[in-house]
């Protein structure tokens, strides 16, 4: 069975830095692109960024190009999220998500980490 | 950057149909897929590559797709239908993912 689990939310103040982890199990991880998709409260989904299963293509919505930088270890199974000059409006449950195989819509998700910035 | 519009809200009487549509330049050739999500919980493909429905989704959901506009449609929706309902596709590169703003939906 597939499972996603993310990690490394929390509390941080803007300007800060923070780092989210995504461990996955149940599949071959290697073998799939993944991605982040957020959420801000009360709001609606918002993705965030992408990377191929070896890393060649990464790709990243406007509102974080330039402030985070998405990353995997396929030896360890997982995702990873690094987030700096964080903004209150980056407060939000960030989701990892698999890409479906030659296609490009998220098939599994994990529950979500929340991360909230404020001073 | 590429937008997807959903109508923010749609609302129907049990048994009834509802249709919410998603428009964007990019649907004549990009396809569109929709996610049904409830309150704290994680999104849930409803329908993929514009009509196609997952196993385990129930027959009401169908979905279509003409010119820069896709609609679900949910015929006979029922109570436990109320959520909020994202369409989502890329752009014309197929490199930049985005969703629509949500549709809440009232049974």
């Known amino acids: 069975e597939v499972h996603l689990v993310e990690s490394g939310g929390g509390l941080v103040k803007p300007g800060g830095s923070l780092r989210l982890s995504c461990g996955a199990s149940?599949?071959?991880?290697?073998?799939?692109?993944m991605n982040w998709v957020r959420q801000a409260p009360g709001k609606g989904l918002e993705w965030v960024s992408s990377i191929s299963s070896t890393s060649d293509y990464i790709y990243y919505a406007d509102s974080v190009k330039g402030r985070f930088t998405i990353s995997r270890d396929n030896a360890k199974n997982s995702l990873y999220l690094q987030m700096n000059s964080l903004r209150a409006e980056d407060t939000a449950v960030y989701f990892c998500?698999?890409?479906?195989?030659?296609?490009?819509?998220?098939?599994?998700w994990g529950q979500g980490t929340l991360v909230t910035v404020s001073s | 950057s590429y937008e997807l519009t959903q109508p923010p809200s749609v609302s129907v009487s049990p048994g009834q149909t509802a249709r919410i549509t998603c428009s964007g330049d990019a649907l004549p050739k990009k396809y569109a897929y929709w996610y049904q999500q409830k309150s704290g919980q994680a999104p849930v493909l409803v329908i993929y590559?514009?009509?196609k429905r997952p196993s385990g989704i129930p027959e009401r959901f169908s979905g279509s797709s003409s010119g820069t506009v896709a609609t679900l449609t949910i015929s006979g929706a029922q109570v436990e239908d109320e959520a909020d309902y994202y369409c989502y596709s890329t752009d014309s590169s197929g490199n930049y993912r985005v969703f629509g703003g949500g549709t809440k939906l009232t049974v």
């Open positions: 590559e514009d009509s």
């Open positions: 998500a698999r890409e479906s195989k030659g296609n490009y819509y998220f098939d599994y």
């Open positions: 149940g599949f071959i991880f290697s073998s799939y692109s």
